[in-house]
């Protein structure tokens, strides 16, 4: 049967960071903030092969593990590479945490800029790893690695955003803004717990079922390749049953997080995009897919013109949004793999 | 303030045919079926200058009463037009008919074969015409005018299909599968009756901001051409107000029967879509938006390909699906307009 990803090991067993009580962009602070995190290879005497390989919207490390392996690009062989979990991802600190101060609507808006500061703390206070190799992802893993790149122009090598920009476009925001209706139109306070969500999370998998692919997807019931019986199946099969193995609330902080993405909304660049693209040193590669509907390919090549060091490769496919983790065997894979593969000889 | 409507009459009165049983092609029933109408200008001595305008998804005949006016293509002065109201739509039988004996799930699902069907009737019965100089439609009304110029070939002299198919394709009919799923996801059934849609109102509004217009749209700020402030204002005062207005289960009854459009599927056909456009001897226009996400330009050039006179004239735009219904003064407008007036020339 089909699943969104390529392989997925649920037992794959992750470490926590503490990182303490941690002030966020927005002033508030996220208490005891924990980063979960796993390391696949090992780190060099001169600590300097590591790559940080981030999670998407609604995903765990388990879900993007398959992106790294012997023969690939992020061979762990050769990197040491660390999967990092966004906050609000049910393992690192999320607002379904058991004995959590924040549970539900007073969970605190973590943005990307955010998760990758803490990002960059683990690395520096548990690796005294100072530079990376790369920093890459999927989506908003994408937009993880462009904020890496941003934020830490002189210590960044090479990013890779693949289908995912430097900031969440109006576009994308508006979508989000109906998948989080739909999320919430059915959810309830009963007895100080949230209720209702499971009619919530399905029309979350409808919605992104449309989203995430394309038209000629369906039109050349490309579904079919998934094993799927029916346009019917595909739907609850992979993308109902995906957002049914998640929170509620940890979407809805998600959805959050991606909506505030910004690589410019900081101090740093105080919303001059052009400032904080412009000051990007990292060798980039921008791969959005050139059927994806909602990290429209013209926004990634306009940030990607301005980004000194990028290159724009398009991914050429049918399967929109989702060609950026189609998985191993795949021509999408084949392409992105050779991007990396020239990134990093670069 | 914005709407998503030209202009709209609340008050533009309607006449009911009344068409008795309608044996429906699922082989229900609609009981005491009426059909609401509106007839803008006179029909001639010889019955020859009749013109059928029917109503897309969500509106009634005064969301397209705009369309026809003294000057325009279709000039009430020259044309008998009938305006013609979908079953479902709240003003032509629908679900939310008090005394109806059918509410809610009970509603019998009607295709749009089952509406045009009514509509020739109505013609023939109340008017006595036998051929039409144009079927006419935007979206859904696209597709009843496909209809009519497949269910009768010999009597429908050109249809004009304004961002409307001949079916609605896979993507679509996911499409709408999220919009169903949120409108649902908040309703249940309290004493009889359906209570908790407006939180699905909204979420439906939400979700059409999302697929209706463009990304381009969102990126160069095209809302605030209607004078909008803000993309969170353009969401609720367009988008939310409009379905606001509207009655759950009927927006439910007009996704089903726009999910089960499709020209060929019916006694005439039997699923040979090549077969049915292959059929249509009516003078076409075809006029999908460049940049609609759901009613695709490739489906529809796929579709005009093989109907023996059509014209395929896509329109170029960054409305999305809402090119095709902008109001007067919009060079979209403009562009249809020169169409309808080259077709009815024709």
Chains 1, 2 share one sequence.
């Not at 879900?63 to 991802?89: C, H, K, T």
Request: net charge negative; aromatic share 8%; charged share 25%.
């Amino acid at each position: 049967m089909s699943a969104l990803t390529a392989s997925s090991d649920p037992d794959s067993v992750h470490t926590i960071f503490e990182a303490g009580d941690v002030r966020l962009q927005s002033g508030a602070t996220l208490p005891d903030a924990r980063l979960a995190y796993k390391t696949l290879g090992r780190l060099n005497n001169t600590r300097s092969n590591a790559v940080v390989l981030t999670t998407p919207f609604g995903a765990q490390h388990t879900d993007i593990e398959w992106m790294v392996g012997p023969g690939r690009a992020i061979d762990p062989q050769r990197y040491f590479v660390v999967l990092m979990n966004l906050f609000g991802n049910g393992l690192s600190s999320s607002p379904s945490d058991a004995g959590s101060a924040h549970v539900g609507e007073d969970w605190p808006g973590c943005t990307i800029a955010d998760n990758v500061r803490v990002q960059e703390r683990l690395l520096r206070e548990v690796f005294g790893i100072e530079q990376i190799e790369l920093a890459c992802g999927f989506s908003m893993g994408g937009i993880q690695a462009y904020h890496w790149a941003a934020l830490f122009p002189d210590r960044v090598r090479r990013f890779a955003a693949i289908c995912g920009a430097a900031r969440c476009s109006a576009h994308n925001h508006v979508f989000l803004e109906g998948v989080k209706a739909a999320l919430t139109a059915g959810m309830q306070v009963e007895n100080g717990r949230m209720a209702g969500a499971e009619r919530g999370l399905r029309a979350v998998g409808r919605i992104f079922a449309g989203w995430a692919v394309s038209q000629a997807f369906y039109r050349e019931e490309l579904w079919r390749s998934l094993g799927c019986a029916s346009v019917e199946r595909y739907i609850t099969d992979v993308w109902e049953a995906n957002f049914l193995r998640r929170d509620a609330r940890n979407l809805l902080a998600q959805i959050w997080t991606w909506q505030h993405a910004d690589i410019s909304d900081n101090d740093l660049y105080r919303k001059d995009l052009d400032h904080a693209l412009g000051d990007i040193r990292a060798q980039g590669l921008i791969m959005p897919s050139e059927s994806d509907l909602y990290v429209h390919t013209e926004d990634c090549r306009r940030e990607a013109e301005r980004v000194p060091g990028a290159r724009f490769r398009p991914i050429p496919s049918k399967w929109g949004h989702r060609a950026g983790a189609r998985g191993p065997g795949t021509h999408e894979d084949r392409f992105i793999e050779q991007g990396l593969r020239e990134l990093l000889a670069s």
